[in-house]
């Protein structure tokens, strides 16, 4: 029988997540890398007492929306209506605003457990890769140190970091087929790829469903062992022929690019003038 | 802080980045922090190739472009959309942290809260927030061959942020190479913190007098040079 590991609808991509679950989510902090269709669903869902591994907690959709992403929901959908209880994640706060997690956070509402963004990506990997854990230099000599294993490789100290290990890995690539095969765009890879196959289930949030054989087995990112369900995104309808608006815009773009770099000539310029140097 | 010094012009988050750029030579792989760090992608001269790393996976990028005008896939670790170049390649996040962990990335240069006479960097914890974003910086403190900071001197309250000793929650003990400030530039050293060039109009006692450890003044400490 053919394998076929895509599925009808993001409802029933996450029918069996249930309460309690772990739960990893790809992508960075912007929107584009998230799989922002199968976040919905499992609030729709109404899950409780998630335990979330990710890079960020999410921006708020009014942030997306205000860039024109057309699917702007990301991990604030989970943090506003009250789905986590513990949250492992490497930038869970921004300097710039108080976001819905640190609200919580303050509240005694939601339980973190922050980590360096790469011993995070590297813990996750080692949960893909089968490994009893990684021995990792960053965090010696910092909070990150308590209550981990210390051990001196060559002159240099490392510490003992676990592999993290899920129930359900949901990510976002470009393009897949029925294998699960997976080939992502530009900086939404992050994640995705490092997550894929680190749970027990994998479910991949597509933009687009490829024919087997499409995707250059060159050039793909995350072979189908690693994934287990794949659900395409709707179509969004194709841009349509440059209009004069458009045209008007590329000649604003073209004058407001002048204007950036006149304004770095004149920061040198008014360097210059101060008695600084510059060649 | 007298008022004397209160009001002495100081630099520009402009050129601050300037003069961090100045750094950059051919070849070098770079990793810019957000604020001002990503401000130095603007001042490479034309000529020099300098690879641009960012943490979510992507080297070799180019400017920042214009609100609007980017594409939403391409985008430094702020989020702030770059122009593709010649060159560049996209990865994922766990082969982003080898390039970092495994010495690949020439110099990070990120801001900060506070740097120790030591090179002690503390700049994850928001100071008047009790929260803290960890991000990549503790992985760029370990892993990149030279950590340069650019940052203000002092706090808004006029505090030294050059201290004896950071009372502020660590990203990594001696990692500091090179703190580029407002007012001042100083190598770390084994021997001590060293004043190597000054602000336009500020002398090296009036730098020292905003900065807690006691600063070595370099034989040819000289204004500050750009590029």
């Not at chain 1, 976001?99 to 949960?127: D, H, S, W």
């Amino acid at each position: 029988m053919p394998i076929n590991k895509i599925v009808a609808s993001f409802d029933e991509a996450v029918a069996d997540i249930e309460d309690g679950a772990v739960i990893m989510v790809g992508g960075f902090g912007t929107v584009v890398s998230i799989p922002t269709l199968l976040l919905e669903a499992l609030d729709r869902k109404g899950v409780k007492n998630l335990t979330t591994v990710s890079n960020t907690t999410g921006f708020g959709a009014d942030v997306w929306r205000m860039q024109g992403a057309p699917f702007p929901e990301d991990m604030d959908i989970l943090v506003r209506n009250g789905r986590i209880k513990k949250a492992i994640v490497s930038a869970p706060v921004s300097a710039l605003y108080v976001n819905n997690f640190e609200k919580l956070l303050r509240a005694g509402k939601v339980k973190i457990e922050m980590v360096p963004q790469g011993t995070l990506a590297e813990r996750v990997r080692a949960a893909r890769a089968g490994l009893g854990g990684v021995y990792v230099p960053v965090g010696v000599g910092t909070v990150m140190e308590k209550g981990k294993e210390k051990k001196t490789i060559g002159g240099r100290e490392y510490l003992l970091e676990l592999p993290i290990k899920a129930d359900f890995a949901l990510i976002h690539a470009h393009k897949g087929d029925r294998w699960g095969n997976l080939v992502y765009r530009g900086t939404s890879r992050t994640f995705n790829p490092t997550m894929a196959g680190a749970a027990k289930v994998t479910i991949a949030e597509v933009d687009e469903i490829v024919e087997l054989g499409e995707l250059d087995p060159e050039v793909i990112v995350t072979p189908g062992v690693y994934v287990d369900r794949v659900v395409a995104r709707p179509k969004i309808a194709p841009a349509e022929e440059p209009s004069e608006e458009v045209e008007t815009a590329d000649a604003q773009a073209i004058e407001s690019r002048r204007r950036f770099q006149a304004e770095i000539e004149d920061v040198i310029k008014a360097a210059k003038e101060r008695g600084l140097r510059h060649e | 802080m007298s008022d004397k010094l209160k009001g002495k012009e100081r630099l520009d988050r402009q050129i601050i980045a300037l003069r961090v750029a100045k750094e950059f030579q051919d070849g070098d792989v770079v990793n810019l922090g957000t604020g001002i760090p990503m401000l130095a992608s603007n001042f490479i001269p034309a000529g020099r190739e300098v690879v641009f790393h960012s943490e979510n996976g992507i080297l070799g990028f180019g400017q920042i472009t214009l609100p609007g005008e980017g594409e939403l896939d391409v985008v430094n670790a702020g989020g702030q959309t770059v122009q593709r170049q010649p060159g560049m390649s996209f990865f994922g996040h766990d082969e982003s942290f080898a390039m970092i962990r495994g010495g690949h990335i020439d110099i990070s240069v990120m801001g900060a809260y506070q740097v120790s006479e030591k090179g002690d960097l503390a700049n994850y914890m928001i100071p008047e927030r009790k929260v803290g974003t960890i991000g990549g910086a503790m992985d760029l403190a370990f892993g990149a061959k030279k950590l340069i900071i650019a940052m203000n001197h002092t706090t808004k309250e006029g505090k030294p942020r050059i201290v004896k000793k950071c009372s502020y929650l660590i990203t990594a003990p001696k990692c500091v190479d090179l703190i580029v400030t407002d007012i001042a530039v100083i190598a770390v050293t084994k021997r001590g913190l060293v004043l190597k060039e000054v602000a336009p109009g500020w002398k090296p006692k009036e730098v020292q007098s905003l900065t807690q450890p006691k600063l070595i003044v370099a034989t040819d400490c000289h204004d500050i040079e750009l590029m």
